[in-house]
């Protein structure tokens, strides 16, 4: 028999090591579920870890591909763990990261076809502008009438939805797409797009942004007052409090921080990679985001890392789909064994395992 | 009751090493010693709430080894403890019925628990709901749930915590109705005065060990607390400082709840004077916190209500109060006053930042500095730690006190708050916090303390005010006043007391 007891204090090394560990877990488990799935192990994680990086025959698409899904996912989970850390959950950065879009890219549109510099900045402004206004609904409402946050920034995910549909087949629609839904293309709209920086890596202004946001996330967590004031948030109300952090205007700031990059990360993702506001624009970024939070500590650099681990198993995960004929729902409970060993490991930066003797009393 | 060698081991701590102890019937057996001593442990276990490693029971010569509480209370060991377990909705007799295994019907039971209460001197009304009813007479409910299953051994942990000093005395008195018919009370509390009253017996826990057994009646109060901490005590020493000048001056000060459980401050109006040391005593829950908190800056008042050296600050925020020299120590420690899993480094910079000037003029935070801010605390107040990275759910509770209090001390505040700043400390701790507040009030500083410890507050406080449902008692001078005393400031600021009394 064992039990499980409390650590006096966290342990750091269970807390870096975690994440490694969750990495190997899911490759051994992960095997195993391929090899029930009548397709070898080996071959299959290869190609999933492996190919995608250093295979030539793939590594010319899927590395920029890796830095395209990451760039995103890595701006959204940077704002989400600030909220996370806080004790305040914004679950629909999928919802802020639509309304994003549709705002820059409505910008954008606005302007067509004029080429002046400012439009793009302007289109980066209202695309940020439009995940705050968005995110603010759930933090105004929280604030004023203590509704649960999960819940309502989740479901307005789903009204974000709907605008999109809304937007896609009327007034965004391109007057010249001959009556299919979805907007003009603005990658091919010179001062609107955003397009590759460097030819053949994938690194567009949204990576960009959010390398940089790391540098200032780490920072701020660290050094600055808000850091200090979010930290005691997620840990004790009456402490908060105590220490002269007024809690709602802390809410409307994790709030507007993590609406505001999902924002963006949706206006980099329209005006680059996807190029327009469509039905299908979204494909979930907003909600792997929360796994690349806490797959990353809610940690800057961790972020970092769990987002480039993210894309490459999303890359790798389609390389297998097309290569072995791998079900899409494998692949999915791969990403999810990701989790799961990741949170079964915590239990070691908080408790060690004590082993008790047999037979004795209990 | 026979108790041989009862051991139990928690992890990093054996909370019960090898303990024996005999209660014989018709007594009132005393369990002392501090906090984390291993009373709780031991009682739980004759309840049969834990289960003992190893270790036997006997009780009226037979072998005892209850697996749980309805087992102890068939055998007839019943307790009351302390915090109850009362629906605030439901009525007396109803509360009652609950706690029976086979509970007969109300209207009999109000019967039983009409003549129960007649017989023990515990008048209470059957039908009355319990929400409505006074922390004493909780407790009495609690009681009479215990005698009306004819307990041949009463438990009862720490009853006077809540009660002021007649309903004290009351209580007594129905103790001592019960050891007449021959049942035996074991009675946990640390204090010490009142065991001398009414305990036949004590035995004396320390660091989960018994460390002896005495008459309390030939012992003094000051040689069982030492028994209890293992050493000689020294009792601070109280020299009066005050001064005339005013330092801080609360009028009319109202303030609403803000939670639904919360108590309404009345009309409060006191001063207090530089170089004095202002006691607030009351039983826990009459608006103590709520004082903390209106006067900490955590909740606002109206300008005027609240002024510093005859500047209006009731409106002023937390962060605005410690650069004009008033801070504040609240009562809980662990989620108030710190954070359990934040470091003390972290911890120092709770209330230090702008006391201490922890930040810079763009709001980043010197941690250099703050480092060397918290490593003064542990310093000078003698903090048993391993050092400042240490979180504070790591120390234990007279350590942290000690942090948490120092914190406000080295800031050398002009005007300082501390609601129950002994609680739940070891007696040496408490006397080196109690010391080292007199110390700051011979510096001039204005003190207020708020405590439950009647006791405490004797000891140091220059003038006593009373606290009973967010009123206060007019204030009177600590020389020459008892513990009575204070009881009948205390009924006298509410009519809800004010018919306890009666009693």
Redesign the interface.
């Given at each position: 028999m064992f039990k499980l007891?409390?650590r006096?204090?966290?342990s750091q090394k269970w807390s870096s090591a975690t994440p490694f560990l969750a990495v190997a877990g899911t490759m051994v488990f992960g095997g195993i579920m391929f090899f029930l799935l009548g397709i070898d192990p080996y071959t299959a994680i290869r190609i999933i870890f492996w190919d995608p990086l250093f295979n030539p025959m793939y590594a010319d698409y899927a590395r920029p591909q890796i830095l395209i899904k990451a760039g995103p996912l890595i701006l959204i989970a940077i704002g989400l763990a600030i909220g996370f850390k806080a004790n305040v959950w914004n679950i629909g950065a999928e919802g802020q990261y639509i309304i994003g879009a549709i705002f820059g890219a409505g910008v954008g549109l606005a302007f067509y076809p004029n080429d002046a510099w400012y439009i793009f900045p302007l289109m980066v402004v209202a695309g940020a502008f439009g995940g705050f206004i968005w995110a603010m609904i759930p933090a105004l409402l929280k604030i004023k009438f203590n509704t649960n946050e999960i819940l309502v920034s989740l479901m307005l995910v789903y009204v974000a939805e709907k605008i999109l549909v809304s937007m896609s087949l009327g007034l965004l629609r391109n007057p010249e797409g001959g009556g299919f839904p979805g907007s003009r293309n603005l990658q091919y709209y010179d001062a609107a797009a955003n397009r590759e920086l460097i030819t053949g890596t994938g690194l567009h202004w949204g990576v960009l942004f959010a390398s940089g946001l790391i540098c200032l996330m780490y920072i701020m967590l660290n050094?600055?007052?808000?850091g200090?004031q979010i930290?005691?948030s997620g840990?004790?109300q009456?402490?908060t409090?105590?220490?002269?952090t007024n809690p709602s205007i802390l809410v409307a700031i994790c709030f507007g921080i993590s609406g505001g990059l999902a924002g963006l990360a949706g206006l980099f993702e329209v005006s680059g990679p996807s190029g327009q506001i469509s039905i299908d624009f979204n494909v979930g970024y907003g909600f792997t985001a929360i796994i690349v939070a806490f797959l990353g500590r809610l940690n800057p650099i961790g972020i970092l890392l769990a987002g480039l681990l993210m894309a490459l198993t999303y890359i790798g995960g389609e390389l297998a789909q097309f290569i072995l004929g791998l079900p899409a729902a494998a692949i999915q409970a791969f990403q999810g064994m990701l989790l799961f060993f990741l949170l079964a490991g915590d239990i070691f930066t908080n408790y060690k395992i004590?082993l008790t003797k047999k037979g004795g009393?209990? | 009751m026979q108790i041989s060698a009862i051991t139990k081991t928690y992890?990093?701590v054996i909370a019960n090493k090898n303990i024996s102890l005999n209660i014989k019937s018709g007594e009132i057996h005393a369990l002392l010693g501090e906090n984390g001593a291993g009373k709780s442990t031991l009682v739980k276990i004759i309840y049969g709430l834990i289960?003992?490693?190893?270790g036997t029971m006997h009780f009226e010569s037979k072998f005892y080894a209850p697996n749980q509480p309805s087992a102890a209370r068939s055998h007839g060991v019943t307790m009351v403890f302390q915090h109850f377990s009362l629906f605030d909705a439901l009525s007396v007799a109803e509360n009652i019925a609950l706690g029976m295994d086979k509970p007969p019907r109300i209207k009999n039971l109000s019967n039983t628990i009409e003549s129960v209460s007649e017989e023990y001197g515990l008048p209470i009304d059957p039908r009355k709901s319990v929400g409505d009813l006074s922390a004493g007479e909780q407790q009495r409910v609690e009681i009479i749930r215990c005698l009306i299953q004819d307990p041949k051994l009463l438990i009862m942990d720490e009853p006077t915590s809540v009660l002021t000093p007649n309903e004290a005395k009351t209580l007594f008195k129905t103790l001592e109705k019960l050891k007449l018919k021959g049942a035996s009370i074991l009675y946990i509390s640390h204090k010490l005065e009142e065991i001398r009253l009414i305990c036949d017996t004590a035995t004396i826990l320390r660091g989960g060990e018994n460390v002896g057994t005495c008459d309390p009646q030939l012992e003094s109060a000051k040689t069982m607390a030492e028994m209890m901490i293992g050493r000689i005590l020294r009792v601070p020493k109280k020299k009066s400082s005050t001064t005339s000048e005013i330092a801080l001056e609360v009028r009319a000060l109202d303030r609403a709840p803000e939670t639904l459980f919360g108590t309404h401050l009345k009309n409060l109006n006191f001063t207090v004077n530089k170089g004095e040391i202002l006691g607030v005593g009351g039983v826990s829950g009459n608006g103590q916190d709520e004082l903390t908190n209106v006067l900490?800056?955590?909740s606002l008042s109206k300008k005027n209500s609240i002024k510093l050296f005859g500047k209006p600050i009731g409106n002023l925020?937390?962060?605005n109060r410690p650069l004009l020299g008033m801070l504040t120590a609240?009562e809980?420690r662990l989620?108030?006053?710190?954070?359990?899993?934040?470091t003390l480094i972290?911890n120092a910079?709770?209330?230090g930042?702008?006391g201490a000037g922890l930040?810079s003029s763009n709001?980043?935070?010197k941690?250099s500095k703050t480092k060397e801010f918290a490593e003064g605390i542990i310093d000078k107040f003698d903090v048993r730690t391993p050092g400042p990275h240490?979180?504070a759910?790591?120390l234990s509770g007279g350590n942290l006190q000690k942090f948490v209090i120092g914190r406000e001390l080295i800031q050398k505040p002009l005007v300082l708050v501390v609601n129950q700043p002994t609680w739940g400390v070891d007696a040496a701790a408490a006397a080196a916090i109690r010391q080292a507040l007199l110390d700051l009030a011979t510096l001039g500083a204005a003190i207020i303390v708020i405590s439950q410890d009647l006791d405490e507050l004797i000891e140091i406080a220059d003038r006593l005010i009373a606290i009973n449902a967010g009123s206060l008692s007019k204030p009177r001078l600590t020389k020459g006043l008892s513990v009575e005393d204070i009881g009948l400031m205390m009924a006298g600021t509410g009519e809800q007391w004010g018919q306890e009394i009666n009693v």
């Open positions: 007891e409390k006096l204090q966290p050094k600055h007052l808000l200090y930290k005691i840990q004790s009456k402490a409090r105590f220490s002269g004590k009393t209990t | 992890p990093g289960k003992p490693d190893s900490s800056g955590e925020p937390i962060n609240p809980e989620g108030h006053a710190a954070v359990p899993d934040m972290e910079f709770l209330t930042k702008t930040l709001d980043f935070i941690w240490a979180t759910r790591a």
